[in-house]
């Protein structure tokens, strides 16, 4: 089945208000910069939206943070978007903080059909005890909070019940896809989206190459095409943004020269 289409905003057309969508990437690498453009650029509002984090303030999930159609973010590291603190805090938007391998793991159980899990991360902490706050009210109060989680014990040590997330859409970002959907990422972008891929129940690729059916070594296919709907061509060489740009000073003179190991001098 050739699973490719013409154009972004005809694979996100039929995301309606209120959606739960899943979607891919981490900081500002390998998110589906095309595809959240395409939903900034319609109506759509009430989003509910789990991914690792919000984007930066004009770019990524940030877009539509701004455009204030993003209502619940499930996410584990939400630092670097200044308007998404604004929000939070002043009670715009709903946030549910769980701790980043809980977040992967659900998204994964959520794409092969495990319903809950337990996990010893956040025992202990206000994750189990309940407390955090979801929604603040315009004042700073707290209008939600979160509840206590179920726990278990296993082997003498005491596990919290985590359950799993679906959504109804999920929007990855691949180096390569075949027309069959089966999906090749690069290096750190195979963190979050394959697993948000399997958690979407439509989940639309961008692809910054497409190659026939076929094509792709099966032994190099990171995601297969039976959890993918849609794929969208975007241009590799549009502009890839960088969250937190780190560079070390160059060195010079007698600072650059690298001696060689004992072992190695004659």
Known sequence: MDKVMAAAAQA?????????????????????????????????SGLRVVSNNCGVDDWGLGLLLRAGRIDRMTSSYVGENKEFARQYLSGELEVELTPQGTLAERLRAGGTGIPAFYTPAGVGTQVEEG?????HTPDG????????????????????????????????????ADRHG????????????????????????????I??????????????????????????????RIERRTVRPARTGSEATVSRPAAEEK
């Open 141 to 176: 109060g707290v209008a939600l909070a979160s509840p206590p989680k179920e726990t278990r014990e296993f082997g003498g040590r005491r596990y919290l019940l985590e359950e799993a997330i679906t959504a109804d859409f999920a929007l990855v970002r691949a180096a390569v």
């Open 12 to 44: 996100v057309a039929d995301i309606p208000d209120g959606a739960a969508l899943a979607v891919g990437g981490f900081g500002l690498c390998g998110i589906p910069s095309t595809l959240i453009a395409a939903l900034a650029e319609t109506s759509v």
């Open 182 to 209: 089966n999906c090749v990422f690069h290096a750190a972008a195979r963190n979050f989206n394959p697993l948000c891929a399997m958690a979407g129940r439509v989940t639309v690729v961008e692809a910054e190459h």
């Open 211 to 240: 190659v026939e059916a076929g094509e792709l070594p099966p032994d190099a296919v990171h995601l297969p095409g039976v959890y993918v709907d849609r794929v969208v061509a975007v241009d590799p060489s549009l502009d890839k």
């Open 131 to 135: 407390g955090l706050p979801w929604r």
